[in-house]
């Protein structure tokens, strides 16, 4: 005899997906309009209105398994024709606002970062306490009448004594959690081809936001988004420069204003300063497009804000400014790009890196003949 | 018996539901003034190439109707008019009685004053007849107009004289005459009018009737198709909606019957139906129409008997056919060639060659296809002209704008006027509407 499918549905997932601002997907009743209109959903799989079901009935399993919740880009298309009002493109984002939490390794840190509604004051606070306290412990909490280079505070051996392990650990509890949503895939659709060699044109996807692109409600965040990515680049960049810069090429800080490290990264605050200029704007005035802000969302913004904010301050402050003003705010930065560094894997930021391999996993999930994903619809087979 | 039981009713509307409570409540012995707005009775049926699922034309249901219209000295049936204004009549008798909690509470039509059950003082306003009685229907005008207009019997898709019968088998058969297109200072109808029927310088006329009850039997029209962009409508030709489809397969419609795509006046190989177009969606029409699916079954047979060969896609989201009704799905499903697949469409765009290319999720086989088709009918659903317009009587409506009754100001609604439903349920609801409006005039 047949095995009967069994089928487990959770009224506490649901919950927590309500609590989250999925609540509309209980509307949902199946019309498909969402899969039809969205640009993104490739032709063997389309989604959102198989996750919707899943949703709805609370099917956390099928979900986590499920390589699409990540190759949604949010764009909403699916929300402004859904017929019911059940809101997919806010539904998806609750799902992944629910994986995130549950994929996070060690656990407790994921739990602190998704209740960031209530939390947000101390995850804000203690690690700008952090760097004051561990700035008066090693002596180095002056306040300068003149200041020439940050470095006259805060060593850079210092900053790098906390970064490089923080660095470290996010590398670990990113590959951790990454593990465990590659392993739910793969057991999910059967993968073939090398990673490394997926990774690439999945990048090169990335780099010009080709998917986010073809997205038509999600327009307005297109540019925003675009130029932040590219900003973080730019300053991960930067970052990596000065490590050779300083210990390599033993260039004394700080960099005049002319120089190429100096450039790049005054580049990449600019292309912050806009992108996030844009995004907030939009958020603020509801040009962004539909779609509804959870603390998911408005956390992971705030906390990019206060990133730009604080870098882009403390250098106009060190140039043009009060030195105390300008150190002040050189720690209160040095606290959320710790916060930034420690909440990624647990945050909205995640999705760079759940988003990536879910891309890299649907290349290599793909049958070696068929079209790269997403193009390439299916004709119906004439009768 | 009290003495506004005596007075007539009003029924606004003549269309199968107005005419059939019309009728019902002359032959219970009421006399009955029948309203409409059009040149003659018939409505949205007569629009219709068939009836489903028996597939008879609808002129033979019609046909009976005009008959016992005809035949019922107790009904004065006036076209090309409208209801302008009404007051309800107050009465001094029994004005001071209580109303009873239950109707109190369910309506709140005190509004109208203590009266309860009181007739209405009614202005009726007669669109100027520029076309009198005097017609002989000989057709002599529409061989000399110049001008010509999009004919409203065929949703403007042929054009007419300015001058002509509305349709065939219109009923009263008398011509009618588009003034605001006649070129200025053209008489070349009157001058070729054996009977001096046209007078084109008649004006608006008011009347006021006394009546002890009104049914609105308004109907519905067509949700406008150009609201529907995404899935071609207005935007791309071939894309047609379900009452077009209906003039298309009629004999008195635009191509005399044949069913051809609008852009090219081909007969279409494939042709896709979009069920749920604009229905039972929040962004446009939030209710289930409940006809459009036994509609578009009814256009595939059509297209089975003209064009066996062509290819029939029907996309749904839940196929609604309830009752005897199940019997018309089954058959059509088991056609060759006709496929019915769950999915609601979410785009149609234009192909190469002159196709369209519809984007579909195909819910059973979980792919997404882009399907090919020469022509699409997109199921649209009806809008309650109550919505629109509640009538000087100010008819109370619900969400959706359909219209309730309250019998204790004498408002009864019959047919789509009150819920969307199809020809057969209309009738009966007219049916129930006319036995309400006649107790209605009764109560105190």
Redesign the interface.
Known sequence: MASVPLVLPSPAFRRELARRGGATASRC?????????CEL??????FP??QMLSAQWGLAENLAADPAVWLCHQCNDCSL?????ARPGDVLQAVRSVLVERLAFPAFLGRFVARAATTAPLLLLLPVLFWAALLAATSHLTFPSTLTAFEEVVPHALIYAVFFPVAAWVVLASWVSGRRLWALWGAATPRSGSFWQSLLPVAAEIAGHKRFRSCHAAHPRFTGHLLLFWGFVGAAVTSGLLIVGIYVQGLAMPLALSHPYKILGNLSAVLLVVGGVLLVAGRLSGSNGPGTSTAFDTYFLTVVSLVILTGVLSEVGRLFLSPAFAVSLYIVHLGVVLNLFLTLPYSKFAHLFYRSLAMVHQRMAAPPDAAAPPAG????Q?? | MNPQAAQPLLVVGAGIAGVTAAVEAAEAGRDVVLVERDSAVGGRVLRNHKYFPKLCPPSCGMEINTRRLERSPRVRVLTRCVVTKATKATKATKATKATPATTATSAPATAHGPGAGGGWQVTLTHLPAYVTEACTACGACSEVCPAKVPDPFNLGMSQVPAVRLPFPNAWPRRFVLDRAACPPGCKACVDACPAGAIDLDAVEREETVEVGAVVAATGWSPYPLEKLP?LGGGVLPDVISNVQMERLAAPSGPTGGKILRPSDGRPPARVAFVQ?AGS?????LPYCSAVCCLASLKQVLYLREQLPET?V?VYY?DRRSPGRNEEMLTRVASLD?V?LI??????VERDGGGALAL?????ES???????ADLVVLATGMVPALAQDPLPFAFERDEDGFGRDRIESALVVAGVARRAEDVAASVRDATGAAAKALVAGRRD
């Open positions: 009743y199946q019309c498909a309009t969402c899969s039809a209109v959903a490739p032709s063997d799989a389309p209105r198989r024709r859904c017929p019911r009002d619809r299916d004709r119906l004439e009768t | 995404e749920c039972r969606d929040v962004n446009h290819k896609d989201i060639g496929r769950k999915g609601k469409v979410g785009k984007r579909v999720e195909d819910v979980g792919r997404l296809l882009t399907a090919s």
